[in-house]
């Protein structure tokens, strides 16, 4: 066991597939000699060679086809898109083509393809980089979206990802990949998806996330405990499909629901938790379900992100607010 | 004010440079429109049998027969989606004719015939133009894997998976080759430019065509593109890039031939233009022609029919007759027929299977989805 950043863990993960199993290959704009604009790729192309590890052209739809036509080939193909705010230019190749192959194929052939990509905000990067677009891809039935939010996670989940022969978008934290450090098992592991997290127990009230929130709410957590309130916080690590056993556990537990995302309130994961929720343990709530996000507004520019993204106050707020209902 | 250098002069000197586009892409040809033979030494090179040439035309025939009795039985509300293929038989057969069965079909929509001279059934392209999953289990008759894709809708994701397919063939040091098919109107999307230059760039094992057949739907393919040729967006990602007469089976086979050879052997892909013409209706879903073209001009491109220059070469040789064709064309029909029956006794398809094959490992609410419908015997 060492401690690692999410960044080392995701590398961690990629050298580990590579070395299984001779069939992955990791692709991508400058994923090879430069080992990717965070480096999550560092130093593979040098250990597996520019057949295993290469660098594409500038053009994300491309990536999107070679990794379809690679994978029906029988390779497993992990394509990483530099920025997840540049997918809509390979929309038609994950959502509508690899999300819809094996569909399509009568469950004849399978598309055992990892869309790796970093998302979110609070780093400032130019526009269009930081994105919260999870809510877009996990729409699509046929894919899955995966959104860890530690290291050892990202590591774990990230494994399982490349031995799916399912689609998965593989969407990594920029704000986390170097501030976020942990114990992280040595070797081959794998966690499993579709699985939640229950990420901190408590008693009051389920404050449900993922992604680069969780460490947030987490704080927030922390504080509202100095203050009486034992939060639980269900870390969903795979928000489409969603995990409605170990949602639906903590809601009968605390009867009290937060959803809590870095995406706009339009956009994100939230709105289908609070359906399901809605749907099926509305018995058990004993306030209504609280939400806090990022406003409805394009991404903004750098200087005001900080000012933008919800904060762990905003957490705070809100879940006082559920708490304090009746 | 000063001359500037005679170099400078050539490069700003851009109407020649115009004209070079124009004249950089003589079109390939073997059978003119009077089935002759205006190359003999092409003929030699394409090295087809008296044999192969006979089969070649009755595939051909197949492709026509297939183009009225679909659009018949369209009509009658029989079939389902079917976009017409008259005047593409050269086209379509030709190039298909020099791919093996190791070789992987990328088709577009209006490409199954391709799909089923390699040994998909006809009852199968009648069940995917209906609609019905089974249609997409490339299979032969007695089960053997038939190495095509769906015919694809998205216009240039064919492409683009053909790429992808391509380097895997060379990556596992395959003796095959990736083709792929799209239209005058499928060069104007950004996927058919990025699959060019990503076979390109890899130098993998790719043919890709461009069935330029005068219209996109309605719009005419000079209005597709200010380009004179649309081979020249090959050489725009490096590769050989040739215009072929698309209405003589014997240059379409002879290009593909000639390009598979080339990609196969590790040297990269080949872009093919190949010079047709869409006879009728973009589909039989309402598409009206004479709305966007001329009766004349159908009645010209009629006059062009692909089949008219290869039967009469092949009586010419006196390897074809009327009784022939005849015969040809009745054991076609009753295949066609054989299929439309055995199309229409398959089982209803089943939304639990659906959800089953939309990811290998369903989701907790899918997974009770399926408890629903299969409950519901759906």
């Given at each position: 066991m060492a401690v690692k950043s999410y960044i080392e863990a995701v590398r961690d993960a990629q050298d580990l597939a590579l070395g299984r199993d001779e069939n992955v290959l990791i692709f991508g704009e400058d994923v090879g000699k430069n080992g990717g604009v965070f480096r999550a790729t560092d130093g593979l192309q040098t250990k597996y060679g520019v057949d295993r590890v290469f660098n594409t052209p500038l053009a994300e739809s491309g990536i999107g086809g070679l990794a379809i036509g690679l994978a029906s080939q029988g390779f497993r193909p992990i394509m990483e898109i530099q920025f997840f705010g540049f997918v809509y230019e390979t929309m038609d190749s994950i959502a509508g083509q690899m999300a819809r192959n094996r569909f399509r194929f009568n469950g004849t052939r399978q598309m055992p393809i990892v869309v790796r990509a970093p998302y979110g905000g609070g780093t400032k990067t130019p526009e269009m980089h930081a994105d919260n677009l999870e809510g877009l891809v996990a729409q699509n039935p046929g894919l899955r979206v995966v959104m860890p939010a530690n290291p050892a996670d990202a590591k774990g989940l990230l494994l399982s990802a490349i031995a799916s022969n399912d689609p998965v978008v593989f969407l990594e934290n920029i704000h986390l990949y170097r501030s976020l450090k942990g114990e992280v098992a040595d070797g081959y592991y794998t966690t499993p998806l579709d699985k939640a997290a229950i990420a901190r127990e408590g008693k009051d009230v389920s404050i449900i996330t993922y992604g680069g929130m969780t460490p947030v709410v987490l704080n927030a957590a922390e504080s509202l405990a100095k203050e009486g309130i034992d939060a639980e916080v269900v870390d969903l690590r795979t928000v489409s499909p969603l995990d409605i056993e170990t949602i639906g556990k903590s809601v009968e537990k605390t009867g009290r629901v937060v959803v809590a995302q870095e995406a706009q309130r339009i956009a994100g994961i939230s709105a289908s938790v609070m359906a399901e929720i809605s749907e099926r343990f509305i018995l058990s709530l004993r306030a209504p379900i609280g939400r806090v996000s990022a406003p409805d507004t394009v991404y903004p520019f750098a200087q005001a992100e900080n000012d933008w993204m919800a904060n762990a106050d905003d957490v705070i707020a809100k879940v006082k607010e559920v708490v304090n209902y009746d | 004010m000063s001359n500037i250098s005679n170099l400078n002069h050539q490069i700003l000197d851009f109407a020649t440079q115009l004209k070079?586009?124009?004249?950089?892409?003589?079109?390939?040809?073997?059978?003119?429109?009077?089935?002759?033979?205006?190359?003999?030494?092409?003929?030699?090179?394409?090295?087809?049998?008296n044999d192969d040439l006979v089969k070649l035309f009755s595939s051909m025939l197949l492709n026509r027969q297939l183009d009225i009795r679909s659009t018949k039985l369209a009509k009658q509300g029989r079939f389902g989606f079917f976009a017409p293929t008259a005047g593409q038989e050269a086209s379509q057969m030709g190039t298909a004719f020099a791919f093996r069965a190791e070789d992987w079909l990328f088709p577009g929509y209006r490409d199954i015939p391709q799909v089923v001279a390699k040994g998909w059934p006809i009852y199968k392209a009648i069940l995917w133009s209906r609609g019905h999953v089974l249609g997409n289990e490339f299979k032969t008759e007695d089960g053997q894997p038939v190495n095509s894709w769906f015919p694809q809708i998205i216009i240039g994701a064919q492409y683009v998976?053909?790429?992808?397919?391509?380097?895997?063939?060379?990556?596992?040091?395959?003796?095959a080759v990736a083709y792929a098919y799209t239209g005058d109107g499928g060069s104007s999307q950004g996927d058919f430019y990025e699959a060019l230059n990503f076979a390109g760039a890899y130098h993998a094992n790719a043919v890709f065509f461009v069935q330029n057949n005068g219209y996109a739907i309605s719009m005419p393919r000079a209005d597709q593109t200010a380009a004179a040729h649309l081979a020249a967006k090959g050489w725009a990602a490096g590769l050989p890039s040739i215009v072929v007469d698309g209405q003589d089976a014997i240059a379409a086979y002879l290009a593909a031939k000639e390009a598979r050879a080339w990609a196969v052997s590790g040297k990269g892909p080949v872009l093919i233009e190949l010079l047709t013409n869409r006879f009728e209706?973009?589909?039989?879903?309402?598409?009206?022609?004479l709305r966007y073209r001329s009766k004349e001009d159908i009645a010209d491109w009629w006059k062009k029919d692909p089949l008219i220059r290869m039967r009469k070469y092949l009586t010419d040789q006196g390897l074809w007759?009327?009784?022939?064709?005849?015969?040809?064309?009745?054991?076609?029909?009753?295949?066609?027929?054989?299929?439309?029956?055995?199309?229409?006794?398959?089982?209803?398809?089943?939304?639990?299977?659906?959800?089953?094959?939309?990811?290998?490992?369903?989701?907790?609410?899918?997974r009770e989805q399926i408890k629903k419908f299969e409950s519901e015997g759906r």
């Amino acid at each position: 066991m060492a401690v690692k950043s999410y960044i080392e863990a995701v590398r961690d993960a990629q050298d580990l597939a590579l070395g299984r199993d001779e069939n992955v290959l990791i692709f991508g704009e400058d994923v090879g000699k430069n080992g990717g604009v965070f480096r999550a790729t560092d130093g593979l192309q040098t250990k597996y060679g520019v057949d295993r590890v290469f660098n594409t052209p500038l053009a994300e739809s491309g990536i999107g086809g070679l990794a379809i036509g690679l994978a029906s080939q029988g390779f497993r193909p992990i394509m990483e898109i530099q920025f997840f705010g540049f997918v809509y230019e390979t929309m038609d190749s994950i959502a509508g083509q690899m999300a819809r192959n094996r569909f399509r194929f009568n469950g004849t052939r399978q598309m055992p393809i990892v869309v790796r990509a970093p998302y979110g905000g609070g780093t400032k990067t130019p526009e269009m980089h930081a994105d919260n677009l999870e809510g877009l891809v996990a729409q699509n039935p046929g894919l899955r979206v995966v959104m860890p939010a530690n290291p050892a996670d990202a590591k774990g989940l990230l494994l399982s990802a490349i031995a799916s022969n399912d689609p998965v978008v593989f969407l990594e934290n920029i704000h986390l990949y170097r501030s976020l450090k942990g114990e992280v098992a040595d070797g081959y592991y794998t966690t499993p998806l579709d699985k939640a997290a229950i990420a901190r127990e408590g008693k009051d009230v389920s404050i449900i996330t993922y992604g680069g929130m969780t460490p947030v709410v987490l704080n927030a957590a922390e504080s509202l405990a100095k203050e009486g309130i034992d939060a639980e916080v269900v870390d969903l690590r795979t928000v489409s499909p969603l995990d409605i056993e170990t949602i639906g556990k903590s809601v009968e537990k605390t009867g009290r629901v937060v959803v809590a995302q870095e995406a706009q309130r339009i956009a994100g994961i939230s709105a289908s938790v609070m359906a399901e929720i809605s749907e099926r343990f509305i018995l058990s709530l004993r306030a209504p379900i609280g939400r806090v996000s990022a406003p409805d507004t394009v991404y903004p520019f750098a200087q005001a992100e900080n000012d933008w993204m919800a904060n762990a106050d905003d957490v705070i707020a809100k879940v006082k607010e559920v708490v304090n209902y009746d | 004010m000063s001359n500037i250098s005679n170099l400078n002069h050539q490069i700003l000197d851009f109407a020649t440079q115009l004209k070079a586009q124009d004249d950089n892409f003589p079109t390939l040809s073997v059978l003119n429109n009077d089935g002759q033979i205006v190359d003999e030494e092409a003929l030699k090179r394409a090295d087809l049998s008296n044999d192969d040439l006979v089969k070649l035309f009755s595939s051909m025939l197949l492709n026509r027969q297939l183009d009225i009795r679909s659009t018949k039985l369209a009509k009658q509300g029989r079939f389902g989606f079917f976009a017409p293929t008259a005047g593409q038989e050269a086209s379509q057969m030709g190039t298909a004719f020099a791919f093996r069965a190791e070789d992987w079909l990328f088709p577009g929509y209006r490409d199954i015939p391709q799909v089923v001279a390699k040994g998909w059934p006809i009852y199968k392209a009648i069940l995917w133009s209906r609609g019905h999953v089974l249609g997409n289990e490339f299979k032969t008759e007695d089960g053997q894997p038939v190495n095509s894709w769906f015919p694809q809708i998205i216009i240039g994701a064919q492409y683009v998976e053909a790429a992808g397919v391509a380097l895997g063939l060379k990556k596992r040091e395959q003796n095959a080759v990736a083709y792929a098919y799209t239209g005058d109107g499928g060069s104007s999307q950004g996927d058919f430019y990025e699959a060019l230059n990503f076979a390109g760039a890899y130098h993998a094992n790719a043919v890709f065509f461009v069935q330029n057949n005068g219209y996109a739907i309605s719009m005419p393919r000079a209005d597709q593109t200010a380009a004179a040729h649309l081979a020249a967006k090959g050489w725009a990602a490096g590769l050989p890039s040739i215009v072929v007469d698309g209405q003589d089976a014997i240059a379409a086979y002879l290009a593909a031939k000639e390009a598979r050879a080339w990609a196969v052997s590790g040297k990269g892909p080949v872009l093919i233009e190949l010079l047709t013409n869409r006879f009728e209706a973009h589909s039989t879903a309402g598409d009206d022609p004479l709305r966007y073209r001329s009766k004349e001009d159908i009645a010209d491109w009629w006059k062009k029919d692909p089949l008219i220059r290869m039967r009469k070469y092949l009586t010419d040789q006196g390897l074809w007759s009327e009784d022939q064709e005849k015969e040809t064309i009745a054991q076609i029909d009753a295949r066609i027929d054989a299929d439309i029956k055995k199309a229409d006794q398959v089982d209803k398809q089943k939304i639990s299977d659906y959800l089953k094959n939309t990811l290998e490992v369903p989701s907790y609410v899918m997974r009770e989805q399926i408890k629903k419908f299969e409950s519901e015997g759906r």
